[in-house]
């Protein structure tokens, strides 16, 4: 049986370079204002860094993070909806295009960004994928360096899939909105994944429930201890 991790950033190993990224992706989606459940939101981490939205006519009005209500996100959804995979979740709040700020510092094998986007030297993620983890797909970055000859910072695109096994949930979780789709609960103390859910193809990717959380297997797991790569974490995730 298949064995899975949440991944976490060991701020002790990364913190020994000292280096920080401050940046975001290029575009973006509006978050949305709800007419049905009232409430103001946009996702985090449904990102899409491969997706070049400057081929738009619109595409300025993807630059400017603002709430918009539900019918004109579902117009501009629609612009950027043939340049994803069919199976791509779209909320509110979705990001697009390479990370563009500034990078600080010195870094080693890998980087954060906000505890919840992973960078990797260009040489790590070639190494990774010679040790047989599936699934990595880098994407350039342009982040502007005040050292000489900086690495180059590749950013890991990791598609939300997979859920969480429904016994892990609150018995009172509320319904999703009909409307615009907002569900409104908190990660489980003790979380367990819906062993049906989870891809078979790649090694690393984030909870459909909770794009903020990595999850890996345990091939990566082995791989990253094999290259001893410094700046993770790893929290066994049962399944059912």
Known sequence: ???????????????????????????????????????????????????????????????????????ELNRLRELVRPLLPPQAELPPGTHFGPL???AFGAFGPLAWVGGIRLLLRS?????????????????????????????????LQLRPTGRLHPSSLPADTPPACATCGRQSFRWPDAPILEAATLPTEADLFRSGDFATMVICTERFRDAVSQLALEGLTFRELPTR
């Open 100 to 102: 563009v700020g500034q």
């Open 1 to 71: 049986m298949s064995r899975y991790f949440l991944l976490g950033e060991d701020r002790a190993a990364t913190a020994k370079h000292g280096g920080e990224v401050d940046a975001t992706h290029r575009w973006r989606l509006p978050g949305v204002k709800c007419p049905a459940c009232g409430a103001t939101w946009s996702d985090v981490g449904h990102d899409h860094p491969s997706v070049d939205l400057s081929g738009l006519a619109e595409h300025r009005a993807f630059e400017r993070p603002r709430p918009e209500p539900l019918a």
């Open 123 to 155: 040489e790590v993620l070639e190494q990774l994928r010679t040790a047989g983890v599936r699934g990595l797909v880098g994407c350039r970055t342009e982040l502007r360096h005040r050292q000489k000859n900086p690495p180059e910072l590749l950013e």
